[in-house]
């Protein structure tokens, strides 16, 4: 699950402060100076507004008046970051400080539309230019963090929003910054910590993924039960939300409940009916509570949008379940021609060729798969009793 939006820093770097000076004296010696100061509040009103295209008009005005004018050219870059055309806002920033260097607005755009289009290096780079003058802006500290967690520097992503933590204790990007940052490199204990101290900060305004990223920690954890009821309280808050609905059909799978993760699947599928996927799992769930008939056209609707392995030893393990091991073995050898280092599929065959009495080829099946040079406790151990004569099970 991607819970990626919440961590996006919405704070805004066009302040009042961006706005040109105003005072009596100037508004009487220099009516062009008004002109300009009195368009561009204008168009950053209109711009804070979404009235995009309006915005623009005023910017250009002055531009009409004076060449090059820094307020009108953040601006039009300002619009068209918002209209999402990272490229045509670049050409304005970029004109702007060729002709106004370290205009702190051009540069905050400009990272940040860098940042838009995947290029953190070219963002953190910007940003650490300003973090040189002034290092314990809180805004650019949390977005250099979150460019460096985007190209998996951990030491450095974590030292910095940690340093925003020390400057706000409880500044919500840091925190959710963590949480992902933690996430990402598979330590979700630490990570399930940072999104817990959200939910302690937000218990009753809290957003829902962050309810639904403590519920996935959970998952990863394999703690399911604890999970299940962060993503209930998530369906509370949309009954629809696929990340809640997935985690509760996944927490039961993981606690072999899959007669109760059947209702979340198919409310999944109720809202995505093509989704292949979504569609396997269910399939395993009816076959695991042996609804064998329901379960195949499941995984057949699956193959049908497209080939899926899963789908395809669901309906090998199906055979299986119905005492059909010659079929059974016959598709399992078929799927290990398309997915050679799948250690399961050799398992699943062995034990195939076990309910045959065929152990000689149960050992020979695990052996070619040994001889891959891939490692797997799980091979190693089964193929060990039956050398040994050790029971199975």
């Known amino acids: 699950m991607d819970t990626e939006d919440i961590s996006k820093n919405e704070q805004s770097f066009v302040t009042d402060d961006s706005f040109p000076a105003e005072n009596d004296t100037e508004k009487s010696a220099n009516p062009q100076a008004d002109k300009i100061s009195e368009f561009s509040k204008e168009g950053y009103l209109l711009l804070k507004n979404n009235k995009i295209q309006e915005a623009e008009d005023a910017f250009r005005k002055i531009l009409e008046l004076e060449d090059n004018n820094n307020y009108a050219l953040v601006g039009l870059g300002d619009s068209e970051r918002k209209r999402n055309n990272f490229n045509e806002a670049i050409r304005f920033y970029q004109s702007c400080l060729s002709y106004h260097p370290g205009n702190n607005y051009a540069l905050f755009g400009l990272a940040d539309c860098y940042k838009a289009l995947n290029q953190y290096h070219k963002a953190i780079e910007i940003w650490e230019q300003y973090l040189v003058h002034d290092d314990r802006n809180i805004t650019v500290l949390t977005r250099v963090a979150d460019a460096y967690r985007k190209i998996r520097d951990f030491r450095k992503s974590k030292e910095l929003y940690l340093k925003v ?75 629809n939300n696929f990340y809640a609905l997935f985690g509760l059909a996944d927490c039961y799978r993981g606690m072999n409940q899959q007669y109760r993760s059947i209702d979340y699947w198919n409310r999944i599928l109720k809202l995505d009916p093509n989704n292949k996927v979504i569609l396997t799992r269910a399939g395993d769930a009816y076959r695991n509570t042996g609804d064998y008939k329901t379960a195949a056209q499941y995984y057949n609707k699956a193959l049908d949008i497209d080939f899926d392995i899963y789908a395809a030893l669901g309906l090998a393990l199906i055979c299986k379940g119905e005492g059909k091991y010659d079929e059974a073995a016959t598709r399992l050898s078929n799927l290990i021609r398309n997915d050679s280092k799948n250690y399961r599929l050799y398992i699943d065959l062995a034990d195939c060729y076990i309910r045959m009495n065929r152990k000689q080829d149960a050992i020979s099946s695990l052996e070619s798969f040994q001889k891959q040079g891939i490692r797997s406790q799980p091979v190693n151990e089964m193929l060990d009793k039956l050398k040994t004569n050790k029971p199975l099970f």
């Open 165 to 239: 933590l020390d400057m706000e204790q409880n500044n919500a990007y840091a925190l959710i910054g963590l949480g992902h940052l933690h996430y990402d490199f598979k330590e979700y204990k630490d990570a399930l910590y940072y999104w817990s101290k959200m939910l302690d900060l937000n218990n009753n305004a809290v957003d829902i993924r962050v309810l639904t990223s403590i519920g996935n920690c959970h998952r990863k954890l394999k703690t399911f039960d604890q999970g299940i009821s962060y993503f209930e309280r998530a369906l509370e808050m949309d009954p």
